[in-house]
């Protein structure tokens, strides 16, 4: 395997994550492609661009080009606005491919469905295998909505299936994953493999908390319950902020010591009420406990993860949750709602401790838990460390070439592709 072509149509790899359509699969697509490199696969990663200002090509690492290419306007669109931009943005991937000597790339591998769409195509057109990561899919979440939270459209249900068909081999975050391809698209169980994502044990490792703190402006002594992604209905906010109202009315001592900050920005049905979450602060009379903190890069993140004494994922839904990882390869032990990915990312009871449902009360009384006993604290904290070494990138990328391979010799001529094959 020499070169593969990923596309990632609705977001670049190189988008700050945390705000706008930008998150856990921008860290993905971008760790993966560098670790592919590093094995010695070159990688042309095809975002759409979104400023005039944006090079054409961005050398993102060894072996790693980010291109960016024109389709659309480059502002003012949303992420329900993209399927009309398809047709446009093949025509460009195509071209690209049509600048390099014949057969140039091997695999083409896509993320999210809108890149699934234009991997089919140059799929077809390459003769090369289509591998696709769905990172999210409509049927699950239309299955766990938030309260007020929009449904996903029939579009995205439609164009999910049709990549299913298409693609010669699915990529599933986990075995839940790979179960939901089954049994809610009609995926054949021979074309899904399961990969787990990993995260970058370099960056994210243990740090000195009073020294993190202070250069944060955290107390040394306080209790920091860390939220840290998209504020948008999905991934829950708010749920956690009605959990410390509830947890400071059962135990009114810990106020002086609690500092909740929440890291990311608005996203997705969030913009429609950017200041909801905000709001909610002021309703309940949390202002002097809730800080809340702009997107921030990497490294930073690494800090507040590093800072926190426990970090809160109450998401109605993820495919993985790179944020649960990222922070137990820090140390710091994970509070997550037991849906979706957490299932995997989590070990329950020895890395972090799973909730089962989203009622604030029930949240109120799992973090006290870990606020008020040093001793599980500390030996989730342990088990924190231990459970995110299993997860490595470089093993992440070995087994995505693996993937790549197993794609190239099934590959199935495109009239060997239809829904009665799912």
Not at 82 to 88: G, I, N, S, T, W
Not at 115 to 125: K, M, N, T
Request: net charge negative; aromatic share 4%.
């Amino acid at each position: 395997m020499k070169r593969v072509a990923m596309i990632s149509l609705h977001t670049s790899p190189l988008d700050q994550p945390g705000t706008g359509d930008a998150g856990g699969m921008n860290v993905y697509v971008l760790e993966l492609a560098r670790r592919l490199g590093a094995l010695g696969v070159e990688v042309d990663v095809m975002t759409r661009a979104t400023s005039s200002r944006l090079p054409a090509v961005v050398e993102a690492a060894e072996r790693v080009r980010v291109r960016h290419l024109v389709a659309g306007p480059y502002e003012g669109l949303g992420k329900a606005d993209l399927p009309a931009q398809l047709c446009a943005f093949a025509r460009e991937v195509l071209r690209t491919e049509a600048e390099a000597p014949l057969g140039h790339f091997d695999a083409v591998h896509s993320h999210y469905w809108l890149s699934g769409q234009v991997g089919a195509l140059a799929r077809d057109r390459w003769g090369v295998p289509l591998v696709h990561s769905m990172h999210t899919m409509a049927k699950v979440k239309n299955g766990a909505l938030a309260l007020g939270d929009t449904p996903e459209p029939a579009v995205r249900v439609i164009g999910e299936e049709q990549v299913v068909d298409a693609a010669d081999l699915l990529v599933a975050n986990t075995e839940r994953e790979a179960d939901d391809l089954v049994s809610l698209y009609g995926a054949a169980p021979e074309r899904v493999r399961v990969i787990h994502p990993g995260v970058d044990l370099d960056l994210f490792r243990p740090q000195h908390r009073a020294t993190v703190r202070a250069a944060l402006g955290l107390p040394v002594d306080a209790h920091v319950v860390l939220f840290a992604g998209r504020i948008q209905p999905l991934k829950a906010p708010d749920v956690l902020v009605r959990a410390v109202a509830a947890l400071l009315e059962a135990d009114p001592g810990l106020r002086p010591r609690l500092v909740v900050p929440i890291v990311g920005g608005p996203s997705g049905s969030g913009l429609e009420r950017p200041e909801a979450l905000a709001d909610l602060v002021a309703e309940l009379g949390l202002g002097d406990v809730v800080r809340f903190v702009p997107p921030v890069g990497q490294a930073e993140l690494a800090w507040w993860y590093a800072a926190a004494t426990v970090v809160a994922v109450p998401s109605y839904n993820e495919s993985f949750g790179l944020v649960a990882l990222e922070a137990q390869a820090t140390g710091t032990p994970v509070v997550a709602a037991g849906v979706g990915g957490l299932v995997t990312a989590v070990n329950d009871g020895t890395s972090g401790l799973l909730v089962d449902t989203h009622e604030p009360v029930d949240w109120a009384r799992v973090l006290r838990r870990v606020l008020r006993d040093p001793d599980l604290l500390l030996d989730l904290s342990a088990g924190a460390l231990e459970h995110a070494r299993a997860f490595a990138w470089e093993r992440a990328a070995e087994s995505t070439i693996a993937a790549y391979e197993q794609a190239r010799r099934t590959l199935r001529a495109p009239a060997d592709r239809s829904p009665a094959d799912r």
